[in-house]
């Protein structure tokens, strides 16, 4: 009889730390479900965001064969240039402009 009730007591105490695990497998689904979702929601948000840069990407390639590559490159040199100095310039105004 001993026996039996150290086996119902060993199985009950197993029973539950299986019962705990199973519930903490669980929350550990339920939060990397959540995780799956929120990356695919990013997913189809990089998804979207190629599509529009492959846009105009296709775009700049119409213009470029329309207009001639060589005169496109040298505006986008210039522009590029441009900004540069601009930034530039912020950057001054904002080191000794503001002393």
């Keep these: 009889m001993s026996k039996l009730k150290e086996l119902v007591k060993s199985l009950t105490i197993q029973c539950v ?19 799956v979702e929120f990356y695919k ?9 190629t599509e529009l840069l492959q846009e105009k990407a296709d775009d700049l390639e119409r213009v470029k064969r329309y207009a001639g590559a060589e005169q496109i490159n040298t505006i986008i040199s210039k522009v590029k240039e441009q900004e540069r100095m601009e930034q530039q310039t912020r950057q001054y105004h904002r080191s ?4």
């Design 41 to 49: 929601g990013k997913i189809r948000d990089m998804n979207t965001k």
């Design 96 to 99: 000794y402009g503001a002393r």
């Design 17 to 35: 730390r299986l019962k705990e695990e199973v519930l903490q497998l669980r929350d550990k689904v339920k939060h990397l479900t959540s995780d």
